[in-house]
């Protein structure tokens, strides 16, 4: 088996990497020199790609996309065009422009894009009957500490990577869709910078989300935090119930990716995406709509 890490823009393709060597031979390609010194060095064996256009030559059984995203349309488009199998590291898309370039795009079956959470062994299996539940709320802890620093600053700039609204605010709505489905829009959005004042965006923000069913739903993000955690809280007229998602003693486990990669390779294995596009676009209009509202 043979795949493809076209890019390493942001961490989680160094995560993925050390899943996807115990099955597959990797071939990478990178923009940036640091970067991809820093995943060879990881990964020794690695076949190193001179362009995205000679790593899709390779051949490969599957590709993990993870390019800045204004670049993600042109290269997803590409992928496309070899037939394999697709997994873009979130979000596939963080502005309107980067939507509809995407709605252009022929994506089927083939293409998963997800937060890693919703594969995390404490939430995968979690399951709602949506007339009994009366509102719900996510809430997101990860700090952006790093970005205030001028790390990865297309991710920090609301035009480019959409910043903490879009890039941590996908978790929660990423798991609040899982559960309810994607007729969803969002109705209200706000963000502010409470700590790290040289962001180019906010650190924490919020959300209000209606669902069709009349479900009302809250994402909360606080991206000012001493650790990792996130939070779904079901709301019925008879109490609430939590489910938490933490790191615990294995991250790669316990936050989900491990779970992602294996349901990619399931569709390396043939299988359709987990996750419908008919989400991935629902998730990514909230999420767009709330950086053009916030």
Known sequence: MRIVLAGLATSHPYTDAHTLARHAELVVWEQDPERLRRFT??????????????ALATGPDGVVLTVPNPQVPEALDRV???????????PAAASRVQLDALDRLAIGDRVLSSSVLRFAPAFAGVRVDPGE?????????????LWADGYNAWQDTPGEGGGTMVTMGIHGVELLVALLGP???????????????????EDTGVMALRWGSGVTGTVEILGVSEGE???????????????????????????????????????????PSPVPWEQTRAILDVLVTAREVA
């Not at 060095?41 to 000679?54: F, I, M, N, Y």
């Not at 009366?134 to 700090?143: E, F, I, K």
């Not at 829009?185 to 962001?199: D, E, F, I, S, T």
């Open 80 to 90: 496309l065009e070899t037939g394999a199998p697709c997994f873009v590291n979130k």
């Open 133 to 145: 539940v009366l509102a719900v709320r996510a809430t997101v802890r990860h700090d952006v500490g």
């Open 183 to 201: 007729d969803v829009r969002l109705v209200g959005a706000a963000g502010a910078k409470r700590h790290y004042q040289g962001l180019r965006s």
């Open 229 to 271: 955690a996130y939070t779904v809280t079901v709301h019925r007229r008879d109490g609430s119930e939590s489910i938490v998602i933490e790191s615990g003693d294995d991250p790669v486990k316990g936050l989900g990716y491990e779970g992602t990669i294996d349901a990619f390779l399931s569709m390396v294995r043939g299988a």
């Open 41 to 54: 060095d990881q990964h020794p064996t690695a076949k190193v790609a001179g362009s995205l256009g000679e």
